[in-house]
């Protein structure tokens, strides 16, 4: 059966029901290869002898596309259902090239973890990048470290520094050493920053953290999102802003207003080390005044338009030069306005949204997003004032914290005008990240390999796969499941999953078009994801089993978990002896795995109730009880019990105060382990559930045409990349696709 007929015939449900009942399915075109390699063997690829050198004259190219989250039966069906155009990024590629119906990512199956598993071809036990947050078991207990900014290939614990020899590679390395070009736009991985533990650098930004072209992931410039709501008593006239709107162009048709006093006010420091914070103890001082205009010629009061400005410079006319934006003009109805924090060192900037705005001001309710930047790490930082001066500063991303009202001010804001916010952060930053990664294409026409990160549409999916008839549809009220779901917000939400995924199509789109029909483009993503109905409390669950929680840390994102003790001569400061620590490891392993949902109305697809389907614990016999043993599945700074839980369940979301599920005891913030969350989507859980697969879809002139993979892993993509590339791979756990290849 060719490509289009399958995609014709197999539904969304049908191919994942498919799916979970292959038992050792082989690749297409690889009989008895079921991809299942157990132990430390690792896979080298350096077989050249097929045609991945010139086409039609032309050096082959692949530019990589990750869209974080996309779940490949969503977009089978959203092809199927049009919701995602045929002549779109995602259908035009799938039926030009080849596509795999799952593709197997890392453990756990978690953002860092797998991305840095798709650009090594490497398991997170030789990448040593076991989660999104962890503890480096050389440091102390309470510290944590990121996956995104954490030694990739791990690092020497004594002496503490780099390693001489790192487990894992990035491509982007092996690919330079051997004469290539490559460029990475926001990739996790490539930001050119140095990476320290305990104050002493482990890993140098050159060569494992630098490409050509390295455009590093944006981060908080140190004020987060802030929602407002004024009336028409916060307006008076000021003539004086009223000439300063008609010398800049703007006029308004009814009576200028602006606040009679700034909206709010911070600081920023002018340095490029350092950003900005609320209050007013760095050196560039910041006051924020809104002025109301009306720009609609109908006659009538109708104040339809926003005007941000800087009191202490005024509105100015420009013309701005990115990253410079003057005043933002912020239109109800329409997109966020980029504000930048001019004479920000670290070129930090904003935006405001508008939310309501009544044609007399009587209501007026409007969002400042988070405060941003891309990191001016040095070796890169030449590359960043490119994109700074050429697309602008780094946009703010969908912010989970403005729907969880977890940021001030937005407690009273209605539940539409929220969302709507959302939907607008997620339309302007990924078109954003789609032109860091065009201008990546066309100022690097010569690059081999360009690798683009896109942020949707997990972000989407996170907050909106309302999708369980477990899962609540009101977070503080435990009736809210079931038959009492509201749906016009399931229905609503489900709107919102497939904005998110039309967003990230464009950008594919955008991308593609740049790259040029000779180009190789694969998309991937990271990880699928799961709805989930019960947020978890690890410390109160282990307290709850008898476990002393005072001596070990727990690391968790999403339903994974690191657990750690706090070991003499292992962790800095370490304070439990060699029996102790092992009677510990002992118990969290038997809590963890025995750990229930006695309530039926949640765990009733579990077998045995089970909340947890991997527990993993460090072996205790290879060494003299330094904590330091490896495995198969337990690497370098993995905890001494690695845990994932079943779909349904999440270490996030739990809710200050907590709400008990229905059926539930009241909820104890001492005891209670399992509650109602406040979002809805996860990632994270075992990779070999179909639920959790990646997307894989590629097509180019090295590429097969209908092509059907059955069964992949994502650490195959980088050794299939390099074999396009007539490069040879090191260091790989994974294995080129030879099958998609001509």
């Known amino acids: 059966m060719n490509l289009k007929t399958l995609l014709s015939v197999t539904s969304a449900m049908t191919l994942v029901a ?48 990750s869209l974080d989250g996309a779940k490949p039966d969503f977009i089978q069906k959203f092809i199927e259902e049009g919701v995602l155009p045929r002549d779109g990024g995602l259908a035009r590629l799938s039926r030009r090239g080849a596509v795999a119906l799952q593709n197997v990512t890392a453990s756990p199956s978690l953002t860092a973890v797998s991305h840095i598993a798709i650009a090594t071809g490497s398991t997170a036990v030789h990448n040593d990048i076991p ?45 330079r050493q051997q004469g290539k070009k490559v460029v990475t736009a926001t990739w996790p991985g490539g930001d050119g920053a140095d990476i320290s533990i305990n104050k002493t650098v482990v890993q140098s930004a050159q060569p494992i953290r630098v490409t050509d072209y390295t455009v590093p992931f944006g981060a908080f410039g140190g004020i987060g999102a802030q929602g407002f709501s004024l009336s028409r008593s916060d307006f008076t006239p000021d003539p004086a802003i009223v000439a300063a709107l008609q010398a800049a162009g703007h006029f308004s048709f009814s009576p200028v207003l602006v606040t009679t006093v700034p909206i709010e006010s911070f600081s920023c420091s002018s340095a490029q080390t350092a950003t900005c914070t609320n209050g007013a103890t760095l050196d560039v001082k910041y006051s924020i005044r809104v002025a109301a205009i009306d720009t609609s010629n109908d006659r009538k009061v109708n104040y339809d338009t926003l005007v941000f400005f800087d009191a202490n410079k005024g509105i100015t006319a420009g013309p701005f030069h990115a990253p410079s934006t003057g005043p933002a003009y912020a239109k109800f109805g329409g997109e966020n306005a980029p504000f930048f924090f001019e004479g920000s060192g670290a070129k930090v900037g904003a935006a405001y949204f508008v939310s309501a705005l009544s044609p007399d001001l009587s209501v007026v309710r409007f969002a400042r997003y988070g405060a941003n930047f891309i990191p001016r790490n040095t070796p890169v930082i030449g590359d960043v004032d490119d994109i700074n001066n050429n697309i602008g500063f780094w946009r703010p991303q969908a912010d989970f914290r403005i729907p969880e009202r977890l940021s001030p001010g937005f407690t009273n804001f209605p539940d539409l005008e929220i969302e709507t916010m959302f939907e607008d952060m997620v339309k302007t930053f990924v078109r954003y990240q789609a ?32 999708t369980d008839p477990r899962q609540g549809t009101n977070p503080t009220d435990p009736n809210s499941i079931g038959a009492n779901q509201d749906p016009a917000k399931v229905k609503r939400y489900a709107s919102y999953i497939r904005f998110a995924y039309q967003t990230a199509d464009k950008a594919v789109k955008q991308i593609a078009d740049a790259a040029g029909r000779n180009s190789n483009v694969i998309v991937v993503s990271d990880h699928g994801f799961a709805p989930f109905h019960t947020s978890v409390n690890l410390t109160n669950m282990l307290r709850n089993a008898g476990v002393d929680t005072s001596k070990i840390a727990i690391r968790t994102s999403g339903p994974a978990a690191n657990i750690y003790v706090n070991l003499q001569n292992r962790e800095l ?37 089970r909340i947890f389907t991997v527990v993993e614990t460090r072996p205790l016999q290879c060494d003299a009880g330094t904590g330091q043993c490896l495995s198969k599945t337990i ?94 791979p090191h260091q790989v756990d994974g294995e080129a696709l030879r099958e998609i290849l001509r």
């Open 131 to 175: 989660s999104n947050t962890f503890e480096p078991i050389v440091g102390p207990i309470s510290g944590s470290i990121s996956g995104f900014a954490a030694p990739i290939g791990g690092y020497n614990e004594s002496p503490l520094g780099p390693s001489p020899q790192p487990t894992a590679l990035p491509l982007w390395v092996q690919l």
């Open 18 to 65: 498919s799916l979970a009942c292959i038992a050792t399915p082989a690749r297409a075109g690889q009989d008895g290869d079921n991809g299942d390699r157990g132990g430390d063997s690792r896979g080298h690829d350096q077989d050249h002898d097929h045609d991945g050198g010139e086409h039609h004259g032309r050096k082959p190219r692949v530019v990589m596309i």
């Open 573 to 609: 400061g370490g304070t439990v002896d060699l029996a102790t620590y092992r009677a510990l490891v002992a118990q969290i392993t038997d809590a963890v795995k025995n750990a229930v949902d006695p309530n039926a109305q949640f765990n009733y697809s579990l077998k045995e109730q």
């Open 635 to 728: 690497g370098q700074d993995f905890g001494d019990v690695f845990a994932l839980m079943a779909p349904g369940y999440n270490f996030d979301g739990v809710q200050n105060p907590g709400v008990a599920r229905k059926g539930d005891a009241a909820f104890n913030a001492a005891t209670t382990a399992l509650s109602m969350p406040n979002f809805y989507g996860a990632h994270g859980h075992d990779p070999e559930l179909p639920v959790m697969s990646a997307t894989f879809i590629a097509a180019g002139p090295q590429i097969r045409q209908d092509t059907v993979v059955r069964r992949m892993r994502n650490i195959d993509v980088a050794p299939t990349i390099m074999r396009i590339l007539g490069a040879a």
């Open 435 to 466: 032109e860091i990664g065009e201008r990546a294409i066309k100022t690097h026409p010569d690059a081999d390999l360009v690798m683009v990160y896109i942020e949707q549409p997990d972000g989407s999916e996170h907050q909106f796969l309302l």
